[in-house]
Structure formats: structure tokens, C-alpha cells
């Protein structure tokens, strides 16, 4: 009897959760009733690794700990893109199958353990809208989870909610949450060798750096490019914009603007009373975040890089007159190295790339007021 759940949870965590290769065909038509197969490989030296029980492959019928856990997965991904797509999405019961002892070979080949889940699934191809999830704790290829853009088909080492709700990502068509910073926060040298881009560097969900919890959601700017729910609203330039916060409720959480083939978009940002993380070295006060989709060399920096965050230091800013604490020393200015993921009230930036500045003039409870000009 083998108890594992803790060595899981620890791969997701050390393995970075990567990749995406080519796309066998369009998985992303409404229409499209999507269903998991989970395909749970067997090491020969752990005949039981899926139950506690000793069970008849292919037809398991007692849940041992690793199975249970692998059930839940499936069920929080599910849950997730359920709500990201405002139940756009919909899915068949999902089938789970374990494979004999022998079938979890210590190997990096991704597209054989594919071919082998598939034949274990009892299928010759996989029709659309079916996503073949296969689990080899052996796998060496040194990732937590494999998915391909549109496609359908999921390798996993790891087979936490946080690797499969990702993977899943991918095969539903969505590229990596980026963040981008440029020297100095400087944006107006923008460029490859001033700018950097982090491919998965987007803090605000986990097609990013975010971990499943039961509160997830996507950017409001992730989920308008792949589902169009709702669809990213157009800037009227000079005109006063109100932008809700990115709830899943309303249709007033992005908008965009597009200026020689880079596409931009903001979004109001009020980070949950109920977070699923917190990392301290960031700006929690309600923001305005702005993200772009080019140009070229931002998304050539990594092998699947999304919609961009843009952020800057506030170590870089301006500090302003020094306040003194009561004995007369200095106290430290607020943003003092404090990651700035977004533009509050009465900030003004222009555009890294185009010659248009946004000007930011409220950030209230619930929305927020924006103007986009000439400059
Ligand atoms: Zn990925």
C-alpha cells in the first residue's frame, strides 16, 4: 500500500508546468461537448499505485487515495472552465481508467504514452471534443503536465488541479499569462534588449503563476481572447471609459485598443478578500492592468506567450518629498519594492508602442474611470 498524495503535491510545486506543441485539431467550438478520459499508467514495481485495493484493470470499481485524487482533479478543472467560460463550456461524465503494472515506463515520450492511453481508453483516434489525460509519475521529460495548443491530448507527472486545469488551457487554445518590464519602468525605450518578457510571469491566474484554488479565475483579457465572454469592448479615444471590476458577471471588464497590429487592453482589478495567494512584494490596492498581445519580439521571448501584463517597480518611480517618522528619520515610501502590476488614480502612462497615453481618473469600489488620448 502506497500513499503518495504528498509527493504530488510537491512535483507540481518543483516541476514547472509547461508547454504546449502542435495542434492536431480545433477543439474550441461551443458546440463541442468536451469529455476527459483520465488514463492512469501503472509502475510495475507499484501494482497498486491507483487504489489501496488490489482491482481489475480497466474496470476499477473502489477508490484507493491516488485514484480519489486524480477524480478530484478532473472535477476542479471542470469547475473551472465551467465558470471561465460562463458555462459556455460544457463536459460529458468523465471516464477514469488505470492501466496495468508495467504500462508507467520511466521514459521521456510523451506521444507513446499518449498512443498507449489511448488503446487503453479502448479508442483508435481520439474524436474532438475527447481529451485523452495520461498520468506516468515515470515520465522524465522533466514538466508537470504537457498539454498542445487546440489539441487533445494531456501528458501529466503531476496530476494536481493547478497542472491539469492549465494543460487543459492549452488544449482549449489559451497561450501563457505574461508579464513584461522594462528597464527603469521606463516604457518608452521599448524594445527587445530594454524589455524583458516573463512567460508565465502573470501573478493573476494559472495560466500565469497562479495555483488552482476554488476562487481562480482567468484575466478578464485572457478569457475575452479565447471565449469572447464577454467580448473585449472597443476604446473610444478621448472619451471616459468605465470599466467594472473582472468579475464573471458583467460585460463592462475589458476593453481594447488596437494600434499597428499590437493589441492592447485594461482592466479593473480589485484583488479578492478571499485570496488564493498572496505575495506581499505586489500592488494589492485597486488598479487598472494593462496587457498587450505584440509586437513580434515580446511573444518570440517564450514559446507560448499570451496576453503581457505590463508592470513596474515602484522602487523605480519618482519617490517624491521624503516623509519623516517622528524621531525625523525617513520612512521608506510606500511602493518601496512593491511590484507594480497596474495604474491607480491620477496616473498617467503612455503606451509602449504607440503614441497614445492612458490616463487614469478614478478607482472606485466596484469600477473604475480611464481615458485614452492622443499624446
Ligand atoms: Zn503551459
Not at 511590484?339 to 469600489?365: D, I
Request: with cysteine; charged share 20%; aromatic share 10%.
Amino acid at each position: 500500500m502506497k500513499r503518495l498524495p504528498i509527493f504530488v503535491i510537491a512535483l507540481v510545486l518543483l516541476a514547472p508546468v509547461v508547454h504546449a506543441t502542435a495542434a492536431p485539431k480545433a477543439q474550441n467550438e461551443w458546440g463541442t461537448t468536451h469529455k476527459i478520459i483520465f488514463v492512469g499508467l501503472t509502475p510495475k514495481d507499484q501494482p497498486n499505485f491507483w487504489t489501496e485495493n488490489l482491482v481489475d484493470t480497466a474496470t476499477a470499481t473502489s477508490d484507493g487515495e491516488m485514484l480519489s485524487f486524480a477524480k478530484e482533479s478532473v472535477k476542479n478543472a471542470i469547475t473551472f472552465w465551467k465558470q471561465n467560460s460562463r458555462g459556455k463550456m460544457k463536459f460529458a461524465t468523465s471516464k477514469f481508467i488505470i492501466g496495468k503494472a508495467g504500462t508507467a515506463i520511466k521514459h521521456c515520450a510523451s506521444s507513446a504514452d499518449i498512443k498507449a492511453a489511448t488503446k487503453i481508453a479502448g479508442l483508435k483516434t481520439i474524436p474532438i471534443g475527447t481529451h485523452i489525460v495520461v498520468a506516468n509519475i515515470y515520465d522524465s521529460c522533466g514538466y508537470a503536465g504537457l498539454g498542445s495548443q487546440e489539441g487533445n491530448a494531456i501528458n501529466l507527472r503531476s496530476f494536481g488541479s493547478t497542472t491539469l486545469a492549465h494543460e487543459l488551457g492549452h488544449n482549449f487554445g489559451f497561450y501563457h499569462s505574461s508579464s513584461m518590464y522594462c528597464k527603469g519602468s521606463d516604457y518608452t525605450k521599448f524594445n527587445a534588449t530594454n524589455c524583458s518578457v516573463e512567460e508565465y510571469g502573470d501573478f493573476r491566474d494559472l495560466m500565469g503563476n497562479e495555483d488552482w484554488c476554488p476562487n481562480t479565475t482567468l484575466s478578464a483579457t485572457q478569457r475575452a481572447t479565447i471565449f469572447h465572454t464577454p467580448l473585449a469592448k472597443t476604446i473610444k479615444i478621448g472619451a471616459d471609459t468605465t470599466v467594472d471590476e473582472s468579475s464573471l458577471v458583467t460585460d463592462k471588464i475589458v476593453y481594447e485598443f488596437g494600434y499597428k497590429g499590437n493589441w492592447y487592453f485594461f482592466e479593473y482589478y480589485i484583488h479578492s478578500k478571499d485570496p488564493c495567494s498572496w505575495v506581499t512584494n505586489y500592488l494589492y490596492e485597486p488598479q487598472i492592468q494593462v496587457r498587450m498581445i505584440g509586437p513580434a519580439w515580446t511573444t518570440a521571448q517564450g514559446n507560448a506567450v499570451g496576453p503581457i501584463l505590463i508592470v513596474r517597480l515602484g522602487s523605480d518611480l519618482p519617490a517624491g518629498e521624503p516623509v519623516l517618522d517622528e524621531d525625523g528619520e525617513p520612512i521608506l515610501p510606500p511602493l518601496y519594492k512593491t511590484t507594480l502590476t497596474g495604474f491607480q488614480a491620477g496616473e498617467v502612462f503612455k503606451l509602449p508602442g504607440a503614441p497614445y497615453k492612458l490616463t487614469v481618473k478614478s478607482t472606485g469600489e466596484t469600477s473604475a474611470v480611464f481615458t485614452l488620448t492622443k499624446s
